[in-house]
């Protein structure tokens, strides 16, 4: 168990887009990156939906067809990635979900709110295409 953890279907999509990038233009079909991925293509084939749906990716059928980057795709954030598959990260409430705090101060001291808040940021200044080479 790891303490900060990132859904399969977000790393699915942020290793996706790093190989569509990689790719230069050329279009890869879900069962190329499922490969390349180690994953399940259905997965995939879910994930690679909401990339399309997000206009992060197109999609082209038949026998030479396959995913390909948009030019919002090429441009986007490890951020913009997560959330086409996520949705929108939210502010950390208690992890009770209580509405008052048990405690006069929060006992982990706002530690995993600053944690979340460094991700975010991180995700948000990082473009992929910039991390690719």
Known sequence: MHLVQISEAASLAIHSMALLIQNRGG?????????????????????????????????????????????????????????AVEGAIMPRECLLKSKICLFSACIFGGVIEKAEREIKEYFASKKLKDLVK
């Open 27 to 83: 279009f890869l079909t879900v069962k190329d990156m499922a490969q390349e991925c180690e994953a399940s293509e259905a997965h995939l084939a879910k994930v690679m939906q909401k990339l399309a749906k997000a206009r992060l990716v197109t999609a082209t059928r038949g026998p030479q067809g396959g995913y390909t980057l948009t030019k919002e795709g090429e441009e986007a954030s490890l951020l913009t990635i997560y959330e």
